[in-house]
């Protein structure tokens, strides 16, 4: 591999490992900098991954190309020989990076029938760092910091499979696939839909249709994009709505509140509400119109309530270029008690 890039960063690697076409890095970033590849670039595919959720703002510029994107959970992998700047501002931390020997890369895609060449374009090739993607990255970082216990058939092997979870979603020929920017305006226009329409009644058939997909492959690419299922997305929508509306009060019952806001009855709400506050819909109501220590409660819970499914949801904000969209869950998502099977009412 070439000299090292912004080797200050650099806190492991995997060379113990013994894989000569792949290596990971594990690096410590500061809060703001930025890091050039120099007059020709790398002399290999780069692609990067942080272990939790993307903050701050990261772009990566071509700048003889003229091309500036936007990093974060759309990433992209960056060709070799090809000058660029990495520029960071409020995203100090953990962060993976992996630098990929070209005929590695091209081995491994050509084995799984995938073509290689695309991804030496400017601008390259985006990708979701979905859950597959994050995972392979956090076992890979794991191995690497760990001086690579499961030996080198075993790290080549995430290896491998990583750059097909990468490459695969941008090859037209399979069924799930398209680019990022692709697979962003499918899901937007079902986010869009039920953002606009949770009172209906709009089932999974409807929504994949909206997206130009089957029901299943919809579900699963939404899943896969956002981190929640189309009905945990559609109940986020509908608890936010019927939150507001019991703030504001304005004489509207509770159960006419169930109603407007897609809900099957002032029960149905009732169960959901709870589970995602803490609280019924008729304590938030009346502590809602109170100054009091019982309405902060309230309040609190609501924002823990959001943080946590932002957390568990991660990816499920989706902020890029590609049409300049953003697309927020507020979904419960608490177990069953074993034993127990839950009914998903729509």
Known sequence: MPSEFHPESIRFTSDRI?????????????????????????????????????????????????????????????????PYVIRWQGAAGRIGTFEVHPRFFQDTLRGAGLEAARFRAVPPPRFVINRRVDWLCRLLLEETERGGPGGRTYFEHL??????????????????????GTQLRRIQQAVALMETNFGSGLSRVQLAATSGLSASHFSRLFHRVVGVSPHQYLVGCRLRHARELL???????????????????????????????????????KEHEQTSPARTAVQDGARAFDDTVRARSDGAELWCELGRASAVVFAPNKPCRPGIRQRRRP
């Open 159 to 180: 290896a491998a499979a990583l750059l097909l979870a990468v490459a695969s979603q941008s090859d037209s020929r399979l069924p799930e696939a398209g680019g990022a």
């Open 247 to 285: 703030a504001v009060g304005q004489g509207r019952s509770i159960a006419e509140v169930a109603l407007e806001c897609g809900f099957a009855d002032q029960a149905h709400l009732a169960r959901h509400f709870r589970h995602a506050y803490g609280v019924s819909p008729g304590q938030f109501q």
């Open 18 to 82: 013994g894989c000569e076409g792949f290596r990971a890095l594990v690096r410590e970033l500061p809060d703001r900098g930025e890091a050039a590849s120099g007059r020709h670039g790398r002399t290999c595919f780069v692609l990067a991954s942080r272990p939790v959720r993307e903050k701050g703002r990261t772009s990566l510029c071509f700048e003889e190309a003229g091309f500036t994107l936007d990093m974060g959970r759309i990433s992209s992998i960056i060709p070799p020989d090809e």
